[in-house]
């Protein structure tokens, strides 16, 4: 897990190690450059597998024909160096590194299709002078490029690194001015500085003489699985493959943790480490898993210390408890979102504490339950799709509704009070099924939605594909990668199976949303190894920023005078006066909502962005 960063065309090496040393918080452990006048690849290294020189990269291959810069890791490394060495290959490193390169040199691009895993690597071919790129399925990794004058191109991890080779640095006012757009652009090319375009998830691509040609090797459609028909055995199906896919992500040679919520996916993941780990069922597994990290927002509604607690307890395992402290954090603002680059809906402040916590605690690997929420129907709006699916089967629609009750905070003012269940029912039941769920034309139009399969889908399968390829999910990922390598954190994420996302698209609706649950299937196969209390736990509230209660409590003062600074007012990215209306109205009113907050934060954030960002280069926008 590192930072990468490539130039094709004469760069000054120097200047190559400038902009490879932006990313050195994703590689804390180790740099190197390796430099031609035609080509240049620069490496930051965060050692997770063998932590040997023999690892270290740029590495080269076949008597130096291939040289690779790669960031990620390959699960599945030792299966595919046993079939490697079968067929005569031999290794000098006990690292997964060299085993994409002899992929690559036994199978071309096909070993992509072998990787179990997440990556964005480089190789370049001294032989064929063409550089090859590769982004996995998912795009859990990030990779972005930049083409210069004279052709030269140039890619990296981060935006960042072009920055001391451009001439300018500007902002994409269109998207960065344009709230509605934070959840879109993540799985698009376009990007928040100018110049710069996302290599997308599942493509790969060949750049020769100077011409970028890219193709999609990866189409989750492409690989449906066929479910068994009896819901016990999809359990057990999916109870094995998830078991399977943590094993594989727990071998490391350095200590392994999970950042544990006390939500369903979280508990699930170390309750699945737990098991793995009495039973001794993986190789090359990490010196201990047993470090559990716990965000905690005391006197907030926020807080679920409690609930990972029961996990913890429940498995036997300590729990190292990170009590998240805005102020601690609030004079490091500008560098989290120079770290973080782009835009999102909340603070980064619990988010980057909480990883800080990690690594200061001498862990570099977490696995977390990221991908459970849109793969298996975890959030509340969702639910409500699956009632074009129920149709007028009543029985089915009451219990897709009474999910979506069931699953809203009641305890607090932050979060909108609900009628009676049965009023809430008769509600939606009668009035939003009929005027709006069974009505066509409200499920977002999919980008793949004119394969042949996609319409194999039911109702909420479609809604749930979009969140997980298109808008929730790439966003996510982008958000957690920034978070956890600024910190020099890598963090592995077992749902994120190519195998296990493959069958969630394979499962019926009925599968996901069941007898009042939300993601069922998932609740049933971890039940053998969790406490009930959170299994059958119905509320979700999510790893947030408690942000209405720092707005009015430990932040307001920042609020305030970032509202009256004049660098705030003289800003060209966003509406100054309707900022301020937004922010002094959580500030003001007691009775300010948790999605006033948020957009209060939102609407301010292109500012915050613009200062730490641009101001950080010594742009203006």
Same mark, same amino acid.
């Given at each position: 897990? /590192?930072?990468?960063?490539?130039?094709?065309?004469?760069?000054?090496?120097? #200047? $190559?190690?400038?902009?490879?040393?932006?990313?050195?918080?994703?590689?804390?452990?180790?740099?190197?450059?390796?430099? %031609?006048?035609?080509?240049?690849? +620069?490496?930051?290294?965060?050692?997770?597998?063998?932590?040997?020189?023999?690892?270290?990269?740029?590495?080269?291959?076949?008597?130096?024909?291939?040289?690779?810069?790669?960031?990620?890791?390959?699960?599945?490394?030792?299966?595919?160096?046993?079939?490697?060495?079968?067929? +005569?290959?031999?290794?000098?490193?006990?690292?997964?590194?060299?085993?994409?390169?002899?992929?690559?040199?036994?199978?071309?691009?096909?070993?992509?299709?072998?990787?179990?895993?997440? *990556?964005?690597?480089?190789?370049?071919?001294?032989?064929?002078?063409?550089?090859?790129?590769?982004?996995?399925?998912?795009?859990? !990794?990030?990779?972005?490029? %930049?083409?210069?004058?004279?052709?030269?191109?140039?890619?990296?991890?981060?935006?960042?690194?072009?920055?001391?080779?451009?001439?300018?640095?500007?902002?994409? !006012?269109?998207?960065?001015?344009?709230?509605? =757009?934070?959840?879109?652009?993540?799985?698009?090319?376009?990007?928040?500085?100018?110049?710069? !375009? =996302?290599?997308?998830?599942?493509?790969?691509?060949?750049?020769?003489?100077?011409? #970028?040609? %890219?193709?999609?090797?990866?189409?989750?459609?492409?690989?449906?699985?066929? @479910?068994?028909?009896?819901?016990?055995?999809?359990?057990?199906?999916?109870?094995? #493959?998830?078991?399977?896919?943590?094993?594989?992500?727990?071998?490391?040679?350095?200590?392994?943790?999970?950042?544990?919520?006390?939500?369903?996916?979280?508990?699930?993941?170390?309750?699945?480490?737990?098991?793995?780990? =009495?039973?001794?069922?993986?190789?090359?597994?990490?010196?201990?898993?047993?470090? $559990?990290?716990? $965000?905690?927002?005391?006197?907030?509604?926020?807080?679920?210390?409690?609930?990972?607690?029961?996990?913890?307890?429940?498995?036997?395992?300590?729990?190292?408890?990170?009590?998240?402290?805005?102020?601690?954090?609030?004079?490091?603002?500008?560098?989290?979102?120079?770290?973080?680059?782009?835009?999102?809906? &909340?603070?980064?402040?619990?988010?980057?504490? %909480?990883?800080?916590?990690?690594?200061?605690?001498?862990?570099?690997?977490?696995?977390?339950?990221? +991908?459970?929420?849109?793969?298996?129907?975890?959030?509340?709006?969702?639910?409500?799709?699956?009632?074009?699916?129920?149709?007028?089967?009543?029985?089915? @629609?009451?219990?897709?509704?009474?999910?979506?009750?069931?699953?809203?905070?009641?305890?607090?003012?932050?979060?909108? !009070?609900?009628?009676?269940?049965?009023?809430?029912?008769?509600?939606?039941?009668?009035?939003?099924?009929?005027?709006?769920?069974?009505?066509?034309?409200?499920?977002?139009?999919?980008?793949?939605?004119?394969?042949?399969?996609?319409?194999?889908?039911?109702?909420?399968?479609?809604?749930?594909?979009?969140? &997980?390829?298109?808008?929730?999910?790439?966003?996510?990922?982008?958000?957690?990668?920034?978070?956890?390598?600024?910190?020099?954190?890598?963090?592995?994420?077992?749902?994120?199976?190519?195998?296990?996302?493959?069958?969630?698209?394979?499962?019926?609706?009925?599968?996901?949303?069941?007898?009042?649950?939300?993601?069922?299937?998932?609740?049933?196969?971890?039940?053998?190894?969790?406490?009930?209390?959170?299994?059958?736990?119905?509320?979700?509230?999510?790893?947030?920023?408690?942000?209405?209660? *720092?707005?009015?409590?430990?932040?307001?003062?920042?609020?305030?005078? &970032?509202?009256?600074?004049?660098?705030?007012?003289?800003?060209?990215?966003?509406?100054?006066?309707?900022?301020?209306?937004?922010?002094?109205?959580?500030?003001?009113?007691?009775?300010?909502?948790?999605?006033? +907050?948020?957009?209060?934060?939102?609407? #301010?954030?292109?500012?915050?962005?613009?200062?730490?960002?641009?101001?950080? /280069?010594?742009?203006? $926008?």
């Amino acid at each position: 897990m /590192c930072g990468i960063f490539g130039h094709v065309g004469f760069v000054e090496p120097e #200047l $190559a190690q400038v902009c490879t040393d932006t990313l050195a918080h994703r590689g804390p452990d180790g740099v190197g450059l390796w430099h %031609t006048p035609e080509v240049t690849f +620069g490496h930051r290294r965060l050692s997770i597998l063998d932590l040997s020189d023999n690892a270290k990269q740029p590495m080269s291959y076949a008597d130096g024909r291939y040289h690779i810069t790669f960031n990620g890791e390959i699960y599945n490394f030792l299966e595919i160096r046993a079939e490697l060495e079968a067929k +005569g290959y031999q290794f000098h490193s006990q690292s997964d590194t060299e085993v994409v390169l002899s992929a690559f040199h036994a199978w071309g691009e096909a070993c992509q299709l072998r990787f179990n895993g997440m *990556w964005a690597f480089a190789i370049w071919d001294t032989q064929e002078k063409s550089l090859f790129l590769s982004r996995d399925r998912f795009g859990k !990794k990030p990779l972005f490029y %930049t083409v210069l004058p004279k052709k030269v191109f140039a890619f990296a991890s981060e935006m960042k690194a072009f920055f001391p080779l451009f001439a300018e640095v500007r902002p994409n !006012k269109a998207l960065v001015m344009d709230a509605r =757009r934070m959840f879109n652009y993540e799985a698009t090319d376009e990007c928040v500085v100018e110049g710069i !375009k =996302r290599f997308p998830a599942g493509h790969c691509g060949w750049l020769r003489e100077g011409k #970028l040609a %890219t193709r999609r090797w990866w189409n989750t459609l492409d690989h449906l699985v066929p @479910a068994p028909a009896r819901y016990e055995d999809q359990v057990e199906q999916f109870r094995e #493959l998830f078991l399977d896919a943590c094993r594989l992500r727990m071998r490391s040679d350095v200590p392994l943790g999970t950042a544990l919520s006390g939500g369903l996916d979280s508990s699930a993941t170390i309750s699945a480490m737990a098991h793995i780990a =009495r039973h001794g069922k993986t190789q090359r597994m990490g010196e201990s898993w047993q470090h $559990a990290f716990v $965000a905690s927002f005391p006197g907030t509604p926020l807080d679920e210390t409690k609930y990972a607690r029961m996990v913890t307890d429940h498995l036997g395992i300590a729990a190292t408890v990170i009590e998240i402290d805005p102020l601690q954090a609030i004079a490091d603002l500008d560098h989290y979102f120079y770290l973080f680059e782009d835009l999102y809906i &909340t603070s980064p402040i619990p988010f980057m504490l %909480t990883y800080g916590a990690v690594k200061a605690h001498g862990t570099s690997v977490t696995l977390d339950g990221h +991908g459970a929420d849109e793969l298996f129907a975890g959030y509340n709006f969702d639910y409500l799709v699956a009632l074009r699916d129920a149709g007028w089967n009543f029985k089915q @629609a009451f219990e897709i509704v009474g999910t979506h009750y069931d699953g809203l905070p009641q305890n607090s003012a932050q979060f909108a !009070k609900m009628p009676s269940k049965s009023l809430f029912i008769a509600e939606y039941h009668s009035r939003r099924m009929a005027r709006k769920f069974l009505l066509p034309g409200n499920i977002p139009i999919s980008k793949d939605a004119l394969h042949s399969m996609w319409h194999r889908l039911d109702h909420l399968n479609q809604q749930l594909y979009i969140s &997980t390829h298109e808008t929730i999910l790439p966003t996510l990922l982008r958000n957690y990668d920034r978070y956890s390598m600024a910190n020099g954190v890598e963090i592995r994420m077992p749902f994120m199976d190519h195998r296990i996302v493959t069958l969630a698209f394979s499962l019926p609706w009925t599968s996901k949303v069941r007898r009042g649950f939300s993601k069922a299937i998932v609740r049933d196969a971890m039940a053998p190894y969790m406490p009930d209390e959170i299994t059958y736990r119905k509320t979700k509230i999510g790893f947030n920023s408690p942000i209405v209660d *720092w707005m009015k409590g430990p932040l307001k003062g920042f609020f305030l005078d &970032t509202l009256a600074s004049q660098s705030f007012k003289a800003s060209s990215l966003i509406d100054p006066q309707q900022v301020e209306l937004a922010v002094r109205y959580v500030i003001d009113n007691p009775d300010a909502k948790f999605s006033d +907050g948020e957009r209060a934060w939102s609407s #301010l954030t292109p500012y915050l962005w613009e200062r730490a960002v641009f101001k950080h /280069c010594g742009a203006s $926008a």
